[in-house]
């Protein structure tokens, strides 16, 4: 069984191995050689001789395994003695000890635990076969700088078909679908997907089969996988069900396989929870639908990824000359990892790089601590040097004292950290993607482990060199009187640096975040709700049954106690991406219109509901109807961009929807953000949903009352009129707004707290550092009282050396905050990367930190009695 | 495989007798097998096996110290010296052989007038 003391003879004998077996090889090749010498002399032939001697040597590696053995022993034994040595030194400067490790803790927990998220988010493979060969198709605009663009149906099949360079290509696209008939009908989220989508993902069937490849014909056979957690919420795990069928928006699909629990299916773009899948078929129809399929490729292995991406540009373009609506279009490749990660990288990045730096100032801080106290056992040092104690030796301490430290404060951390990871999944913005997998297991173990043992050499070789040899040195020179160099500077120096580097960045994400809560979202987000109705079934085939079917919900839910408003729109705002489309001024010539803009089918309340304000003109009104000439509502930005000094009342637009319509401008609103904050508002037109009903709506009621009570009677009016209609995604405005914030929030309140903390260990470290400085410069500050010095002059004494220091921490954490923000750039919003309120009041904010933190010692400088100028040791 | 009249150096007195080499100065290894054959005239004999690891021990034990050094045939050599508290481990040891060895000579001489 290896006990402890064989594993560190083990370390020890890796790391002084070669010093001891040159020694042994040495001693025994000069012992051999005089006893062959004494041979020779004695008679023999030199041959003969060198054979005796080594015979009577006897075994060399017995020798020198015996020999070892005593030699490693003596390093154990001082290993054991210094570790006896740190105890007994921690335990009499309990202070130390409990500041030392705590603060060790603390960057050991912090950045386990951000590892821990980054690790699970963005570093675990997927858990797909051969992960790094799966791929996302898009095409690409290169002129428009769109390029991850959905894909056309008679694209993915060119893209299918032609190319060679992978061993498997599917679509895929989201399918909401209410499952089951009434009284209980439920919506859930499915997807529609290639046969070949589980073989390209390298996933099988737990039960049953997935899809045959004959089933994509016809736009897919009417044949349905489950998800694992679907199966057992609704089937209760039976494996029976295959065969079975499920009514999928009252169309039976017959059962044919569950997926394993162990299959997390790719969510990105709009691509979600996924309880179910059924098979996806190019039709005749949808060919003609334009862009809306999502693709996922797996990239042969012997096939560079850039191979591939040419060879389906080569293809894009071949498409290009054959179909008129591809010009212009190209196509592109994005690795399935990256783009499952896509927008929650670079804020982990950021949060990464922040815990770092604050594990950094963490451990310089300890450093400080292990060098003050190296510094107070000065004298004990010195003398132990004199009586014989060897450098290596009294190093080797030091670097123990800070090893046993550093053992405990991690030890403290990792405990902490795997509390704190789950306190940082809780709140984590909802839509991180793969948060499931965040974990603290081996890897993050391994992490932490390195991280510590890099941190802790970090801590004993600061004190041992900056302690140990300067100190002694220097108390030999000065015969035990006070050195006048402020030892420490450069760390006080690293302080400032780290903590303005962190502020700063906390300070921009700050102010983004405030920002982004300032801007005019073009409506009042207070007590508005929203849900989701969606018509499906024969009922519903024509316009009018659903133009009707919520004109009666609509006129239901007014007429509720507490509603002050209702209406509907096909897509709510924050409610992700909608339809948009290219248009452009009806009295100009057709040319390519190249002006992108949202499409919204409104109830002619919307606004009223929304208290969005109408600028100019009118909303809808009854005249809308089905067979009515189209009319639009447009917001401001819009006619701003094609009439911007006439009045647009009255004007017509071209939109290529509906085989072309040229609508009549009968309003304009103020802008609205449709998506979120952050991006900027785009033009957008409003259609009438009694002109163009549409089968899924979200209901908007503005209410003086509770939302939830208003949800619940939401759902009883829908189930009067149809019970085999569910009523799902019931939020607040608010809660919309408030979730599109969520990754914003997170990033600033957590580099934010790092902020703090590193401002807390900054003052503690620049406070430790002149506290030191203050007392071992007594006896001078002494003789300078003596001789008449002010006591204000005493105190400017010690802030002078403290503020060179800051200002030069000050100066090169400027620079490093600069190139981080750089880095950062895109996750701004209202303020620039070398934003001047950021930068000069966080100076501002180090120099008072700095200045508060030495102020302290200073004083007590100046209180220094002159008297011990005259007193000897 | 000792020769006659020739014996291995009793157990737990070769410490003894590599401090009394050293006792007259500093010393290699082979200098302090020499050093016991001829001083013991060739009685004891010193396994290489059992001394290096004897002057790694008492190295360890703080009893010798050693450096490296030159010969006088001018090779490098390692040369090992007593410490002070050698020196007194010495005198220690020295006391209890003396006592060990009255005793065990009474023992043998009873009877024998």
């Known amino acids: 069984m290896p006990t402890i003391r064989d594993v560190a003879m083990r370390a020890l004998g890796l790391v002084r191995r070669g010093s001891m077996e040159r020694r042994l090889d040495a001693e025994m090749r000069f012992h051999v050689d005089m006893l062959t010498e004494q041979h020779i002399r004695a008679g023999r032939s030199p041959s003969d001789a060198r054979r005796a001697a080594l015979a009577a040597f006897g075994g060399l590696e017995r020798f020198k395994d015996d020999a070892r053995d005593e030699y490693r022993s003596r390093l154990v034994d001082e290993l054991g003695q210094d570790i006896r040595y740190a105890v007994r030194v921690i335990r009499r400067n309990p202070g130390f000890g409990v500041a030392a490790a705590l603060t060790f803790a603390l960057g050991i927990g912090a950045s386990t635990a951000i590892f821990s998220v980054v690790h699970g988010v963005l570093l675990r493979p997927l858990p797909y076969k051969d992960p790094d060969r799966l791929v996302v198709l898009w095409e690409r605009q290169p002129g428009r700088g769109n390029d991850r663009n959905v894909v056309s149906v008679p694209n993915f ?95 039976p699909h017959t059962i044919v396989g569950v997926m394993p629990s162990s299959f997390d299916p790719p969510r990105f773009a709009w691509l979600n929870d996924q309880a179910f899948w059924r098979p996806f078929g190019p039709t005749d129809n949808n060919r003609g639908w334009g862009r809306f399929l999502l693709v996922v490729g797996r990239v042969k292995g012997d096939v560079p990824v850039n191979a591939a991406l040419r060879e389906v540009q080569g293809i894009a373009a071949q498409r290009a000359t054959e179909d008129k609506g591809n010009e212009g279009w190209s196509a592109n490749i994005v690795g399935l990892s990256a783009q499952i990660t896509g927008d929650a990288r670079l804020p982990l990045l950021v949060l990464l790089g922040a815990v770092c730096l604050l594990l950094l100032m963490a451990v310089t801080n300890v450093a400080n601590l292990t060098l003050g106290l190296v510094r107070r056992r000065e004298h004990e040092l010195a003398v132990r040097r004199a009586i014989g104690a060897t450098w290596s030796r009294l190093l080797r301490q030091i670097i123990t004292l800070s090893a046993v430290v550093s ?158 408003a209702a209406s509907a729109v096909s897509t709510r705002p924050f409610g992700g991406m909608g339809p948009a489309t290219t248009l452009g001024d009806a009295s100009t010539a057709e040319t390519g219109d190249s002006v992108v803009a949202d499409v919204r089918y409104i109830d002619a309340d919307l606004f009223r509901t929304l208290r969005t304000p109408l600028v100019a003109g009118s909303t809808f009104d009854s005249r809308d109807a089905l067979d009515a000439p189209p009319r639009v509502v447009v917001n401001r930005a819009l006619a701003q961009r094609f009439w911007p000094s006439e009045s647009p009342i009255g004007k017509r637009l071209r939109v290529p929807m509906f085989n072309g319509i040229v609508p009549e401008v009968i309003g304009v609103v103020g802008d ?202 | 495989m000792a020769e006659k009249g020739r014996g291995d150096v009793l157990q737990g007195t070769l410490d003894m007798l590599v401090l009394k080499s050293l006792q007259l100065g500093p010393m290699h290894g082979w200098g302090i097998t020499e050093l016991l054959e001829t001083g013991s005239e060739r009685v004891l004999q010193v396994g290489q096996g059992s001394l290096y690891p004897a002057l790694y021990r008492l190295e360890r034990q703080g009893y010798i110290a050693s450096d490296w050094g030159t010969t006088e045939n001018n090779r490098q050599a390692r040369f090992y010296k007593l410490t002070a508290s050698g020196r007194k481990r010495l005198a220690e040891e020295r006391a209890t052989w003396a006592r060990m060895s009255r005793a065990v000579d009474l023992v043998l001489r009873m009877g024998e007038g």
């Open chain 1, 157 to 251: 099949e060119a893209w299918r078909s032609r190319a060679r360079s992978f061993d498997g290509m599917a679509a895929l696209v989201p399918l909401p679908a209410t499952i089951g008939v009434a009284p209980n009908p439920e919506h859930v989220m499915g997807a529609e997907v290639s046969p070949g989508y589980f073989e390209t993902l390298g996933v099988s069937p737990a039960l049953g089969r997935t899809f045959a490849s004959n089933e994509e014909q016809n736009g897919g056979a009417d044949v349905i996988v489950l998800s694992d957690g679907f199966w057992r919420s609704h089937f209760g795990g039976d494996d029976q069900v295959i065969g079975r069928t499920l009514a999928l928006d009252g169309r």
């Open chain 1, 407 to 564: 053992a405990v404060g991690c030890l403290i951390g990792f405990v902490a950290a795997v509390g704190g990871v789950r306190v940082l999944v809780a709140l984590l913005p909802p839509e991180t993607p793969r948060s499931g997998s965040i974990r603290v297991d081996a890897p993050v173990l391994l992490f932490t482990a390195s991280v510590s043992m890099i941190a802790a050499l970090g801590v004993g070789g600061v004190a041992a060199l900056r302690g140990g040899r300067n100190g002694v040195a220097s108390l030999r020179e000065s015969g035990g009187r006070a050195a006048a160099r402020l030892r420490g500077g450069s760390l006080v120096t690293a302080e400032v640096a780290l903590g303005l580097v962190l502020t700063v960045l906390a300070g921009l994400t700050v102010r983004t975040f405030e920002k982004l809560r300032s801007v005019d979202l073009g409506f009042e987000s207070e007590r508005v709700v929203f849900a989701r109705v969606g018509v499906s079934g024969a009922g519903y085939r024509t316009p009018e049954a659903r133009a009707a079917f919520f004109d009666q919900v609509l006129s239901r839910v007014r007429a509720l106690p507490g509603v002050q």
């Open chain 1, 672 to 873: 609205v953000h449709l998506m979120d904050a952050r991006t900027p508002v785009r033009g957008a037109i409003y259609l009438a949903n009694a002109r163009f009903p549409m089968d899924a709506l979200d209901l908007v009621v503005r209410t003086s009352v509770d939302g939830a009570s208003v949800a619940k009677s939401l759902q009883a009016i829908v189930t009067t009129l149809d019970p085999a209609l569910p009523v799902y995604w019931v939020t607040t405005l608010d809660d919309m707004v408030g979730r599109a914030l969520s990754r914003d929030r997170f990033t600033a309140a957590l580099l934010g707290a790092f902020a703090v903390v590193s401002l807390l260990l900054a003052a503690v470290g620049i406070y430790g550092v002149f506290a030191g400085d203050v007392a071992q410069r007594r006896k001078e500050i002494g003789i300078r009282v003596a001789l008449g010095a002010p006591s204000g002059g005493v105190i400017a004494l010690v802030m002078r050396r403290a503020m060179t220091r800051a200002v030069l921490g000050v100066a090169l954490g400027t620079g490093g905050a600069l190139l981080a923000a750089r880095a950062m750039r895109s996750l701004l919003f209202g303020v620039g990367a070398a934003d001047p309120v950021s930068f000069v009041g966080v100076a501002a904010l180090l120099l008072l930190v700095a200045l508060a933190a030495t102020l302290v010692p200073a004083v007590r400088a100046a209180r220094v009695s002159p008297l011990v100028a005259i007193r000897t040791d």
